[in-house]
Nanobody, 115 residues
């Protein structure tokens, strides 16, 4: 089992920044990919960014050049640095870890971008 706990969400004005954290615990060895997803009200959950065990990253087109995914292996934590936030970035952000083809999810953290 893998447990994921997100933190760092909140209310921010347009153009502002937030950093989300995803702390992993449990059976975390051999997690091959960790990602951030988001779900806006009334919409499906969509991929935001991923990082593999080798450090390769991918981003949704809507967040490229604004968001950065990174990790601290010593702390078993993955981060999502979000800059130049827009109202359309408002959503619940979820951390996901994939291990042997099985997806583990955190409980989510709310990000609201509003003036």
């Amino acid at each position: 089992q893998v447990q994921l706990v997100e933190s760092g969400g909140g209310l921010v004005q347009p153009g502002g920044s937030l950093r989300l954290s995803c702390a992993a615990s449990g059976s975390i060895s051999r997690i091959n990919r960790t990602g951030w997803y988001r779900q806006a009200p009334g919409k499906q959950r969509v991929l935001v960014a991923t990082i593999t065990s080798s450090g390769s990253t991918t981003y949704a087109d809507s967040v490229k050049d604004r968001f950065t995914i990174s990790r601290d292996t010593a702390k078993n934590t993955v981060y999502l640095q979000m800059n130049s936030l827009k109202p359309e970035d408002t959503a619940v952000y979820y951390c996901q870890a994939n291990k042997f083809g099985f997806d583990y999810w955190g409980q989510g953290t709310q990000v609201t971008v509003s003036s």
